[in-house]
């Protein structure tokens, strides 16, 4: 089993700052992709920002120059600094990770629990 936990989340002011993290653990043999995503009431879930294990990432054009994503591949961790955040930042933020499991060829897709961002105006 793989399980992956987030933390950083809380309340900050509009042109605040919060770091997200997330850490996997369990029966890993290797982390492909890894995510942030997101999702407030009444929406659906959306892509924040994802990276390769090689390092190669993409960020949806809304957070592009803010947020920043990054991993630790032998901690299997990842990070997304958060800065200049907007109440539309709002939302609950969840981990993502394309997981090889041990004795395992196969990847499969493990989401977070989520953590809340609540940015104020």
């Known amino acids: 089993q793989v399980q992956l936990v987030e933390s950083g989340g809380g309340l900050v002011q509009a042109g605040g700052s919060l770091r997200l993290a997330c850490a996997a653990s369990?029966?890993?043999?290797?982390?492909?992709?890894m995510g942030w995503y997101r999702q407030s009431p009444g929406k659906q879930r959306e892509l924040v920002a994802i990276?390769?294990?090689?390092?190669?990432?993409n960020y949806a054009d809304s957070v592009k120059g803010r947020f920043t994503i990054s991993r630790d591949n032998a901690k299997n961790t990842m990070s997304l600094q958060m800065n200049s955040l907007k109440p539309e930042d709002t939302a609950v933020y969840y981990c993502?990770?394309?997981?090889?499991?041990?004795?395992?060829?196969?990847?499969?897709?493990?989401w977070g629990r989520g953590t809340q961002v609540t940015v104020s105006s």
């Open positions: 993502q990770s394309k997981v090889v499991a041990s004795h395992t060829v196969v990847e499969r897709t493990y």
């Open positions: 369990g029966s890993i043999f290797r982390i492909n992709a």
């Open positions: 990276i390769t294990s090689g390092g190669t990432t």
